[in-house]
């Protein structure tokens, strides 16, 4: 058994002064067969060539989810908006900072940055924590696959995702939406928005969500396995200024406190079978039938502040477009999570794991099988029994279970 302890901090300026953009005028598209079928819905997107387009004339791989999609599915966070695209998955291994997003087989690294290009309103971020978060006024996102590097550089090698979010609109409104679940689950969201002059608008959009989780922990009687509890708030104002300029201006904070990961891998590893260790035979278990049971003696946690300013231009000129961006983006991570999924006497020589496994082999609690608590020279005198192939049947029929 160890504990793991892990802290990140990610700040990150970026200046970017993007070249002007010839327009093009795209065509309509003629339904040469049947005129009397109904017509086809246009998407119109950003996307790699950095100008508006129809989706059908665009030379790549493009999964478009418009605002009928988004709100027919009721998507609200990152999980969502992968789960409605082919060939896309979401990896959260370890920790809320810890998404990797796997597109056609192209995965991201543990804390690292991400192996696609994320750009939120025009806006390039390459923390991974950036995309994990919750959405609460999107319009529209798209996901680009294959490599994407020439337009937004590093990082993009498997691809792109773009996610647009609404814009002020010319009248004061706004939206609020609460729901309720199994396991205390709880979410809520609200956007509020409104114009400041002829020429301005602002907007606030917050979010919010916990849960007590599905999994507990046996040992300690609590559901601190995948609970979960943050918030998020963001603030927009939208200014034009002359005939054909636009300054775009957003500020995120948000906060994350929540369980980080608790291993529960009690699979098969190669030679565990053959190591003379009592009930080894047990773990050559299928992972569709395997029981979830956790019994970590300590309260992992993870918790997350992050912090985003971005101010955005936009020039309109007659042979195309200018846009220049700046970003400052915070984020802090920690995360404190007990146990490994096979630790095998790398962390005997620590006092605390040491101490640790000390209390919890004396209180002569049980774990689920096949988990077995050795404590000390026990383990050693096991495997060193097998070696020597004179192993005798376990004296110790009465050892106390351990944990991971």
Request: one cysteine or more.
């Amino acid at each position: 058994m160890h504990r793991n302890r892990f802290s990140a901090v990610s700040r990150s300026i970026a200046i970017v002064i993007a070249t002007a953009v010839a327009s093009s005028v795209t065509g309509q598209a003629a339904l040469a067969q049947d005129t009397s079928a109904a017509p086809v819905e246009e998407i119109v997107i950003t996307t790699a060539r950095q100008r508006e387009e129809a989706l059908q004339d665009v030379p790549a791989t493009i999964t478009a989810l418009t605002s009928s999609t988004l709100e027919a599915a009721s998507v609200e966070r990152a999980g969502d908006i992968v789960r409605l695209t082919p060939g896309v998955s979401l990896v959260q291994s370890a920790e809320v900072a810890d998404s990797q997003v796997n597109i056609r087989g192209i995965n991201g690294a543990r804390d690292a940055e991400n192996s696609f290009a994320l750009i939120i309103d025009g806006i390039l971020l390459t923390n991974p924590a950036a995309f994990n978060r919750e959405y609460a006024d999107l319009k529209q996102v798209e996901i680009v696959k294959g490599p994407q590097g020439a337009i937004y550089g590093r990082n993009a090698a498997a691809g792109a995702i773009i996610v647009t979010t609404t814009t002020p609109g010319p009248d004061f409104g706004g939206d609020v939406r609460v729901s309720y679940g199994e396991d205390a689950t709880y979410t809520g969201q609200f956007v509020l928005g409104g114009p400041m002059t002829n020429r301005s608008g602002w907007k606030v959009t917050g979010d919010y969500r916990s849960t007590d989780g599905f999994y507990g922990n046996d040992f300690l009687g609590a559901k601190n396995v995948d609970d979960f509890e943050g918030w998020n708030v963001n603030g927009r104002v939208i200014f034009e200024v002359g005939d054909a300029g636009k300054l775009d201006i957003k500020a995120h904070y948000g906060k994350v406190d929540a369980a980080s990961i608790s291993f529960n891998a009690n699979f098969l590893v190669p030679g565990l079978v053959f190591s003379g260790l009592p009930n080894a035979e047990l773990f050559d278990e299928d992972v569709n039938n395997h029981n979830f049971d956790f019994a970590n003696n300590i309260d992992p946690f993870n918790k997350q502040e992050s912090a985003d300013l971005s101010v955005k231009w936009d020039q309109d000129l007659s042979f195309g477009k200018l846009t220049a961006w700046a970003l400052y983006s915070d984020i802090q991570n920690a995360l404190g999570s007990d146990g490994t999924s096979a630790s095998y006497g790398f962390f005997n020589n620590d006092a605390f794991c040491q101490a640790s496994a000390a209390n919890l082999f004396n209180s002569g609690y049980a774990l689920p099988a096949p988990q077995i608590l050795f404590f000390g020279a026990e383990i050693t005198h096991v495997i060193a029994r097998r070696r020597s192939k004179h192993i005798e049947p376990a004296e110790n029929a009465e050892l106390a279970h351990q944990k991971d």
